[in-house]
């Protein structure tokens, strides 16, 4: 099916060569005179999740969101899940110097949150300011343990491709739109852990394509991955995405360490059932109520404390020279930016004005 597109958001490709040959697809809104505003999608998802935000930001911004490489219309190119996110960073960077862009506001939901916490790590003279929406843990997802990121087994078990649900993966494969009771339908994944019920979008069929755009496989979503002496009994392999996520690639609590530090803006809901301290996506919290076999128990693979986590990088940054501010919103899942898109996008605005030089205001 195809997407439609609201009132004053443009779709083109932008065809890449040399070193990061790809053809990216991408969206804007505004003027390209405004002060840019990048927006990067969270998995199985693409840059249409960003519309209504993008339409709302004040004119004198320039919006831009790329849909990362095996989402959306950009070319499914293979994910290198060794160098963690650095091929999303690397395929951004890329597009920003095309598009001559000398600095931007990085605004990362989810999975793009880690995107943009890696971005801000490797190219930091490149971000003005940064915006986490419901974002990853610094220490990835699944297989850590305490507000430090200990990992629960040196093989980074529980973590990477072999933690998600089959079933979905089959479902995701099949194109499958339809209504109906199994939780794996991606119609139900989208309605129930995107956002929080009984809450629906009105492009909920917008959402639904992104969604099954998604590219499917060992090198793209969710990965491949490897057998484990430890319990859940996977360990992450060395393709695609979920992998590209596991603490045992993934690590961005160096942040606390750069300078300048440029300021950051941590956005997400308070019911979200995706990114949160009791993740139904976490499979140590699946043990933990019984719906995977033989969870060996809080002192050996305890739920990840995603929240904890983000909490205690972010709480070192300040103390260490830079600016963090939390902002919760009440009665919203895992997409502030589509349940409560006019709060969310004043935030963002207040925050993007406070950093942005005084000849610009």
Same mark, same amino acid.
């Given at each position: ?102 600095? $931007? ?232 930016? $589509? ?23």
């Amino acid at each position: 099916m195809a997407m439609s597109n609201l009132e004053g958001v443009h779709s083109g490709f932008v065809q890449l060569e040399g070193a990061r040959r790809i053809r990216f697809h991408v969206l804007t809104a505004g003027e390209p005179t405004g002060e840019p505003v990048a927006f990067i999608h969270g998995n199985a998802s693409s840059a249409t999740f960003w519309q209504e935000a993008m339409v709302c930001l004040p004119s004198r911004f320039w919006s831009i969101a790329p849909d990362l490489r095996g989402y959306g219309l950009t070319e499914p190119l293979a994910v290198d899940a060794t160098r963690g996110v650095r091929d999303w960073c690397d395929d951004l960077h890329a597009l920003f110097e095309f598009m001559n862009l000398e600095r $931007v506001h990085l605004v990362g939901w989810s999975m793009g949150g880690g995107v943009s916490l890696q971005y801000l790590l490797d190219y930091p003279e490149m971000v003005a300011s940064l915006t986490l929406v419901s974002t990853v843990s610094p220490y990835g997802f699944s297989g850590t343990r305490g507000a430090d990121g200990e990992p629960c087994f040196p093989d980074h078990a529980g973590s990477g491709a072999g933690g998600v649900n089959p079933e979905f993966v089959v479902q995701m494969k099949a194109q499958n739109r339809e209504s109906g009771e199994s939780p794996m339908l991606p119609r139900n994944v989208l309605n129930f852990t995107y956002w929080k019920p009984p809450f629906r979008a009105a492009r909920e069929e917008d959402f639904l394509t992104s969604l099954l755009q998604t590219a499917i496989g060992d090198y793209n979503y969710p990965g491949d991955w490897a057998p484990s002496p430890n319990w859940p009994g996977f360990a992450p392999g060395p393709h695609g995405v979920l992998n590209a996520f596991s603490p045992k690639y993934f690590n961005a609590a160096g942040i606390v360490s750069l300078d300048p530090k440029p300021p950051i803006l941590w956005i997400r809901g308070a019911d979200d059932q995706l990114v949160s301290d009791t993740s139904l996506w976490d499979i140590a919290y699946l043990g933990k109520l019984g719906l995977v076999p033989g969870w060996p128990g809080d002192d050996v693979c305890p739920p990840q404390p995603m929240l904890a986590q983000t909490r205690a990088v972010l709480d070192q940054y300040r103390l260490k020279g830079g600016s963090c501010r939390e902002v919760v919103f009440a009665n919203c899942g895992h997409s502030p930016h $589509v349940e409560k898109t006019d709060e969310f996008v004043k935030v963002l605005t207040e925050h993007i004005d406070a950093c942005r030089p005084k000849a610009h205001q």
